[in-house]
T-cell receptor
Framework: EDQVTQSPEALRLQEGESSSLNCSYTVSGLRGLFWYRQDPGKGPEFLFTLYSAGEEKEKERLKATLTKKESFLHITAPKPEDSATYLCAVQAAGGTSYGKLTFGQGTILTVHP | NAGVMQNPRHLVRRRGQEARLRCSPMKGHSHVYWYRQLPEEGLKFMVYLQKENIIDESGMPKERFSAEFPKEGPSILRIQQVVRGDSAAYFC??????????FGDGTRLSIL
């Protein structure tokens, strides 16, 4: 069974204090690993897709990296507007389950001014 | 370019009633997915549909739940004879073939 574990559960940062969020996964053949951002009362907002170990993607203050067992979301010089829950999900390769995303529990990020 | 539209945003039902949740995918998207988020839990996959076909319903409870995505109109998630444990946020996502899923803002279902 595919599994995704995110750590830490919650992270409090001061504005400008860089840090990383971790996503460990086990999957029977990785089709893709996805990062989403979710604000309270809203649906997940797509950030990145990573497909193979060694791949990196960047968007503004966010950078996602991927190894064979985990992914990191690096946040550089965060701002209060980066406060949200960050979700990691995996999609398995093959069969009819290729549409299904398996999500972690998320990391609640709070950035204080 | 409208995103994934879900309605209603909030739905209140009494135990034993039926709940119908609607999802209009993004323009041009033919793949629709439903997820459920229970209080204090993560998002859980329920069902994956393409136009007029159910591709994967491995996450759908065997009884009382059904989903459809007709040739015309929105996708519908139907819950019959609702119980308190059905209270949750239900999210719909859509995608192009082999592209990331984009989510709506969900329907929050409350059972009295």
């Amino acid at each position: 069974e595919d599994q995704v574990t995110q750590s830490p559960e919650a992270l409090r940062l001061q504005e400008g204090e860089s840090s990383s969020l971790n996503c460990s996964y086990t999957v029977s053949g990785l089709r893709g690993l996805f990062w989403y951002r979710q604000d309270p009362g809203k649906g997940p907002e797509f950030l990145f897709t990573l497909y193979s170990a060694g791949e990196e993607k960047e968007k503004e203050r966010l950078k996602a990296t991927l190894t064979k067992k985990e992914s990191f979301l690096h946040i550089t010089a965060p701002k209060p507007e980066d406060s949200a829950t960050y979700l990691c999900a995996v999609q398995a390769a093959g069969g009819t389950s290729y549409g299904k995303l398996t999500f972690g529990q998320g990391t609640i990020l709070t950035v204080h001014p | 370019n409208a995103g994934v539209m879900q309605n209603p945003r909030h739905l209140v039902r009494r135990r034993g009633q039926e709940a119908r949740l609607r999802c209009s995918p993004m323009k041009g998207h033919s793949h629709v997915y439903w997820y459920r988020q229970l209080p204090e839990e993560g998002l859980k996959f329920m069902v994956y549909l393409q136009k007029e076909n159910i591709i994967d319903e491995s996450g759908m409870p065997k009884e009382r739940f059904s989903a459809e995505f007709p040739k015309e109109g929105p996708s519908i998630l139907r819950i019959q004879q609702v119980v308190r444990g059905d209270s949750a946020a239900y999210f719909c996502a859509s995608s192009l073939t082999d592209q990331p899923q984009h989510f709506g803002d969900g329907t929050r279902l409350s059972i009295l």
